[in-house]
């Protein structure tokens, strides 16, 4: 996991992790913060016309960003395998 170096979704979310990047697609976990339980999100980012695909969300402690971690790797390791030409 890196740093994040994209700007926020928007000033509701905050980018909090990114987990990786596949071609023009990367993979991050982003906060909710407008919201009186906050939630964390694992989210595809490309394009700024397709806009965020959301993957899944959960609550922001830390047994959620845990499952955010794992299924930020796995959404990855998904975009690695779909992106690999079958020879």
């Known amino acids: 996991m890196t740093q994040p170096s ?3 979704v928007s000033e509701v979310y905050a ?3 990114v987990y990786g990047q596949i071609g023009p697609l990367q993979v991050v ?3 909710r913060s407008d919201l ?3 939630l964390t999100h694992v989210v595809v980012l490309g394009h700024p016309s397709l806009g965020p695909t959301f993957i899944a969300g959960f609550p922001d402690t830390e047994e959620g960003i845990g499952l955010a971690d794992q ?3 796995a959404v990855v390791q998904a975009l690695w395998i779909a992106a690999t030409p079958v020879s």
Do not use: D, N, W
């Open 15 to 17: 980018e909090q992790t």
């Open 29 to 31: 976990r982003l906060v």
């Open 71 to 73: 299924v930020g790797q």
């Open 6 to 8: 994209f700007q926020p």
């Open 36 to 38: 009186s339980l906050a």
